[in-house]
């Protein structure tokens, strides 16, 4: 089954966050041997990318500044948002469920003989035992991920919701990718904070942020929802499965045909231990001048 809902959490490109020009989604295998050294996930609803190995940084910076997550725990989550009551049974129900959405209210019992179903077809179609696929899902589920659009639950931190005014709506921030400096919006209710895809006509824009200016230059232009900049019809995203990738710093501009614009900057993530200076000698300047 296909699914176009966008429920994909991956690292997102900075041309993704502004771009006006779709791009196609991908489907890829989630699992086995070649796809594990691309080190992605992709499923019909859901993606995961891993951070990737970087080189040696010098001894002054901390490499722990990123907020990981194993791809097993990823799924975990997705599978508790959808299915609470779930209890998988091996990693093939972890893998195969969070990336697959669907559809009703199916019971354990029903997801327990589609699964199967699913693992048979898999098996017949690579060739491999069941073993050796049991093998090769366990290390994808191993590998380390930063998410990025995973809508946020109760208790998750940092999480901004402002209401629009003369509306009913309220925009939410959520963090994303640390390492590449990602924060998501959607639009909520605001009497219920429950999520609704663009509730009314406007425009997001990203505009320069004077005090960082050096940087938020290459960000001005129209915003398109994530699912959009990947080719999916926006009557085709799943209800209150839009989500928008900015960045930490972004000012943006919500237009709104006659009424006024709405403005907000995007709040700056630190990243504390990037750079030990117990050992060095600091020079004190302003931060900021005219």
Known sequence: MKSKSARKVRKTTRSECSSDVPQSAKAKQPYGKSNRAKARFNGSSRALVPIHKQPSPPPTVSTHHARLMTSREYCLRCIRKDHPDFQPRNDWDILKLACTRREGNPS?????????????????????????????????????????GDKPIPGDKNVFIRPIPDSEYSIRLFPGSLTDAEFCLDFVETATGKAVNSP??????????????????????????????????????????????????????????????LFFTVPIRSRPGVMDT???DVVDLPKFID
């Open 108 to 148: 354990q019992a029903e997801l327990y003989t589609w699964l199967d179903e699913e693992l048979e077809n898999q098996l017949k179609m690579e060739g491999s035992s069941y073993e050796q696929t049991m093998k090769d899902i366990a290390e994808e589920l191993d590998e380390e991920v930063e998410p990025t």
């Open 200 to 261: 009314f006509e406007y425009e997001l824009w990203g505009v320069e942020n004077p005090e960082i200016w050096w940087l938020t230059s290459t960000m001005v232009g129209r915003i398109q929802s994530a699912e959009v900049a990947h080719g999916i019809k926006q009557e085709d995203i799943l209800p209150g499965e839009e989500r928008f990738v900015l960045r930490d710093g972004q000012s943006c501009m919500l237009v709104r045909p006659g009424k006024r614009s």
């Open 278 to 280: 117990s050992n060095l």
